[in-house]
């Protein structure tokens, strides 16, 4: 089918920005409400480990909402009662996702128990060892939420990384399978417990999709929340794989609910929502998480802000360009800066590290703004103080932009 719109680079940098609730408004107090229909609209957070600055998850809803009560998102994930309204599982790697798209995922739990579509190793321990699965899971019926470590046997010490102990393997298997979810978290490590005594049986008691109709849900929501993308862009934002996506986004096209178009130097077709809306303009400032379902696809983020990002954690110190922890900093429509950042609890400071603006750099109104941002960054942390450590250019410009904001 031909394409029928055309954007160019800018105009989809609109409509992204737009769709991914970037429209430059914070409300001055914010509320559940607030929270709740921004995670719908994104359709999920990636969860992550790393706490440099603070775990990631909470950072997507801080640079579109501005300062918030991290309580707010504590409770929607993992409280009892009417206050939780989100659930973990696999969407985007791990994540939180609001509880109306848990019967969207109920084919991927099918598959992981059949052994698809799951992490060799989980898969091959799903096979060998159902023994142990069924052992773990009587525990999980009588004890509630349990962690991984109050049911393991190992009696060796654990290694680095994934060295897991049988029982958080079989966690993990009947969590992808959908027998167990996430109740709750004890630090970072997960307290899993039965689907019935986390997930409101309304939402339990629907039926599931079949795996097309569901699969045309998820790329739906992915059209919506990227506002335009290739079909490896709308894949990629619910980890479908190719076979699933290409069929799938066919029938959206025949059936109207998506359109094909045209973007600037995109060597792919596109798609988009039917009639879709391009702002104006998009003036939003943010300091943004590098697992932000903004940017969260490198390839598409080059594409979109011509923007060439890689997280340099797992680089040797020596060979790193940027820094340990670099937010990209969004400023109206560019990708403005990077700015490696680490909260320094202990003594309530937000450390600058490294600043580093993208051509043609930031003018003083945008250097401003990322001394705005950071100083309401450190406030939300409850830090005192953002202390500059970098000694480029760029941070004297900062350093001024500090103090004309009375931030010392």
Known sequence: MPATLSFSIQQARRLALAAQGFNGRQPPTVKAAHLNRLIERLGLLQIDSVNAVVRSHYLPLFSRLGSYPSLLLDQAAWSSGRRRTLFEYWGHEASLLPLSMYPLLGWRMQRAKRGEDIYQQLAKFGREQQDTIRRVLTCVQAQGAVGAGSLSTREDKAGPWWDWSAEKHALEWLFAA???????????????????????????????????????????HAATALGVGTEKDLRDYFRLNPADARPRLAELVEDGQLQTCEVGDWRQIAYCLPEPKVPRKVSASALLSPFDSLIWERSRTERLFDFRYRLEIYTPQAKRVYGYYVLPFLHHERIAARVDLRAERASGRLAVHAVHEEEPGLDDEGMLALALNLRQMAAWLGLARVQLNCQRESAGRLRLAMSAIGCD
């Open 178 to 220: 959908g027998e167990v979810t996430v109740a709750g978290r004890r630090g970072f490590e997960r307290l899993y417990d039965l689907p019935e005594r986390v997930i409101p049986s309304s939402i339990l008691q629907q039926p599931w999709p079949d795996e097309a109709a569901a699969q045309r849900g998820l790329l739906l």
